[in-house]
């Protein structure tokens, strides 16, 4: 079984030219597959919302919808390090709220860390939860809660002033006290350059091949949201028709009789008819 990584050990990572694997889990049985499978760190993310709860972005997803998600996935991977993503509402309001709500990711499901997405803004928020006790993961680059704000799901820091903003942001969130920053669709020179000016790993997602680590939303990579699926995804596998074929094969089974047969049917006393004077 593998180790519970700790907030020092992913740090480790980095120094010691290890990449860091992460991706998101919404579920147990998913959780226990992914942790077996060797995965670093399983994030419970508010994409939550779009590929498992059916909303149209992250923004509706609630505090309890993550806290129930979030206790699923520790149940399926006690082992694992599990970050837990701050929803849209739950930080913004305030550093006393910030804490309540990270608090509650660490008391009710049992997770090691949390995420939140933004920059300059949210710093004094990050230094509030790690003098809580609260390890905090930062976002910035194309943040999904404020997508509309940033024109829509685009590559961000793509001109000067972007990227010498993206830069300034990654230092200051380091300052502030995250030990892992999440790039998330920025050109592959820009997150190498981030990598490059903070000393805790970076884990891109749409950031390219320089960052400390990768992070995928697991419905994405696998195959099994198909509604909208961002360009830098790499498809592992494609689950969604192969789940579509193996539906369809068990209700034609049903449908013609054929399921269940002998072989998943239980068998009774001869003769059982005759016994029960029917
Ligand atoms: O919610 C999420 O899954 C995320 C990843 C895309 C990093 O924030």
Do not use: W
Not at 132 to 157: C, F
Not at 266 to 277: A, D, H, I, V, Y
């Amino acid at each position: 079984m593998q180790k519970r990584k700790t907030v020092a050990g992913i740090k480790g990572m980095k120094a010691a030219g290890e990449k860091i694997t992460m991706l998101t889990a919404y579920d147990a049985s998913m959780a226990a597959m992914l942790t077996e499978a060797g995965v670093d760190v399983l994030l419970v993310g508010d994409s939550l919302g779009m590929v498992v709860l059916g909303y149209d972005s992250t923004v509706p997803v609630t505090m309890d919808e993550m806290i129930h998600h979030a206790s699923a996935v520790r149940r399926g991977a006690p082992a694992a390090f599990i970050v837990g993503d701050m929803p849209f509402g739950s930080y913004q309001s305030g550093e006393r709220d910030a804490i309540l709500n990270g608090a509650r990711f660490l008391k009710e499901a049992g997770c090691d860390a949390v995420k939140l997405e933004g920059g300059l803004e949210v710093c004094s928020t990050v230094t509030a939860l790690v003098q809580a006790g609260i390890s905090v993961v930062g976002h910035i680059g194309l943040t999904p809660q404020t997508a509309t704000q940033l024109g829509g799901y685009k590559v961000q820091g793509r001109d000067l002033e972007s990227a010498r903003k993206m830069v300034e942001e990654a230092k200051a969130l380091e300052k502030a006290g995250i030990f892992a920053l999440v790039l998330e669709c920025i050109p592959d020179e820009l997150g190498k350059i981030v990598s490059e000016e903070i000393a805790i790993p970076s884990i891109g997602i749409g950031a390219g091949v320089h960052c400390d680590g990768q992070v995928l939303v697991t419905h994405d990579m696998l195959g099994m949201f198909g509604k909208f699926v961002p360009s830098f995804v790499k498809s592992y596998c494609t689950l969604a028709p192969d789940i579509k074929d193996a539906v369809s094969a068990y209700t034609s089974e049903v449908r013609e009789g054929m399921y269940p047969d002998r072989k998943h049917s239980f068998s009774s006393e001869p003769n059982l008819r005759k016994l029960l004077g029917l």
